[in-house]
């Protein structure tokens, strides 16, 4: 390679606050995602149509985005076997979380994906060697605790079952987030956003003969949601994790519990008791308190 010329594979320099940025939108856009779950459940839609619909409606749309950005050939990929190991951790993350979101009140659903965070941070440290200095490691256990007041356990409120499903879900969304930060390093987010998407809906097309059924256009409109919505989300959280570290974005997972609970008591009428209201500052603050060390790092000089 001559002086001069830049490495292709040479991993880009972390951008903190615009990956950041990234997962505050992306969140937002998996709330709304969670929410079409919750309403499809609620029309007994089962899970297999549920998780097809969903990446079968968004295949499409993240493939006009990347026409529309770096162009149809951007999708070619040089690591199709890490695409199909995504997609497949995709895809049992995905189960548990929309069984979660069926089973659950949206606002105990999000609190309990909160753990996030601790196993991210444990994986990036321990997978990825990224370092983790204490004021991070406290910031998210202090988040922690915020989550513990707001999911009160041993509450009957909250079936066993359907906790041990969203402790599986918070678990593999770590896993993803790491298998993303390895992607990130060369592929771009709308790319590993469509692999995804149309790697699970071909895994997932043989089953569909056996499960689907006849829909109205409110449900197909629901799936057009669904997939809108998750196409959004799956170019913004792979567009965090590259641009910053898993133990840092993920953090901003916290401001989902301000949509769970916004949407579950306008569409739902379900209106968290005084335990969300004492562990809201909590879980917000430490994700606030991560973008401002994040800040104060970036200005310190070298």
Same mark, same amino acid.
């Given at each position: *390679?001559?002086?001069?010329?830049?490495?292709?594979?040479?991993?880009?320099?972390?951008?903190?606050?615009?990956?950041?940025?990234?997962?505050?939108?992306?969140?937002?856009?998996?709330? *709304?995602?969670?929410?079409?779950?919750?309403?499809?459940?609620?029309?007994?839609?089962? %899970?297999?149509?549920?998780?097809?619909?969903?990446?079968?409606?968004?295949?499409?749309?993240?493939?006009?985005?990347?026409? %529309?950005?770096?162009?149809?050939?951007?999708?070619?990929?040089?690591?199709?076997?890490?695409?199909?190991?995504?997609?497949?951790?995709?895809?049992?993350?995905?189960?548990?979380?929309?069984?979660?979101?069926?089973?659950?009140?949206?606002?105990?659903?999000?609190?309990?994906?909160?753990?996030?965070?601790?196993?991210?941070?444990?994986?990036?440290?321990?997978?990825?060697?990224?370092?983790?200095?204490?004021?991070?490691?406290?910031?998210?256990?202090?988040?922690?605790?915020?989550?513990?007041?707001?999911?009160? $356990?041993?509450?009957?409120?909250?079936?066993?079952?359907?906790?041990?499903?969203?402790?599986?879900?918070?678990? *593999?969304?770590?896993?993803?987030?790491?298998?993303?930060? &390895?992607?990130?390093?060369?592929?771009? $987010?709308?790319?590993?956003?469509?692999?995804?998407?149309?790697?699970?809906?071909?895994?997932?097309?043989?089953? *569909?003969?056996?499960?689907?059924?006849?829909?109205?256009?409110?449900?197909?409109?629901?799936?057009?949601?669904?997939?809108?919505?998750?196409?959004?989300? &799956?170019?913004?959280?792979?567009?965090?994790?590259?641009?910053?570290?898993?133990?840092?974005?993920?953090?901003?997972?916290?401001?989902?519990?301000?949509?769970?609970?916004?949407?579950?008591?306008?569409?739902?009428?379900?209106?968290?008791?005084?335990?969300?209201?004492?562990?809201?500052?909590?879980?917000?603050?430490?994700?606030?308190?991560?973008?401002?060390?994040?800040?104060?790092?970036?200005?310190?000089?070298?």
């Amino acid at each position: *390679m001559r002086v001069g010329t830049p490495d292709p594979d040479a991993a880009a320099p972390d951008q903190p606050l615009a990956g950041l940025i990234a997962r505050l939108f992306a969140v937002m856009m998996l709330a *709304m995602m969670t929410t079409f779950i919750r309403v499809l459940a609620l029309r007994h839609v089962g %899970l297999i149509e549920s998780m097809f619909y969903r990446n079968l409606f968004a295949a499409p749309l993240i493939l006009a985005y990347i026409s %529309l950005t770096k162009g149809v050939g951007s999708i070619r990929t040089q690591r199709f076997k890490s695409h199909f190991t995504r997609a497949l951790a995709g895809l049992t993350g995905m189960v548990f979380t929309f069984e979660a979101y069926r089973e659950l009140r949206l606002a105990d659903a999000t609190s309990i994906s909160f753990t996030t965070p601790i196993f991210a941070t444990i994986l990036a440290a321990t997978v990825l060697r990224e370092s983790v200095g204490w004021r991070r490691w406290s910031a998210v256990l202090i988040g922690f605790a915020g989550v513990l007041i707001v999911a009160h $356990p041993g509450s009957s409120t909250i079936p066993l079952q359907g906790a041990l499903i969203a402790l599986g879900s918070a678990f *593999m969304v770590a896993v993803i987030a790491i298998l993303l930060r &390895q992607l990130g390093r060369t592929e771009p $987010p709308a790319t590993t956003a469509f692999w995804f998407c149309t790697l699970s809906a071909i895994l997932l097309a043989p089953a *569909m003969p056996w499960v689907a059924v006849r829909h109205d256009m409110t449900e197909w409109l629901l799936f057009a949601g669904l997939g809108l919505s998750g196409a959004a989300a &799956q170019i913004l959280l792979s567009a965090s994790v590259k641009l910053a570290p898993v133990s840092i974005v993920v953090n901003m997972d916290y401001s989902a519990l301000i949509w769970s609970v916004l949407f579950g008591w306008l569409l739902f009428g379900e209106l968290p008791g005084m335990s969300t209201w004492a562990g809201v500052p909590l879980i917000i603050g430490s994700g606030l308190y991560i973008a401002w060390r994040e800040h104060v790092r970036l200005r310190l000089p070298a």
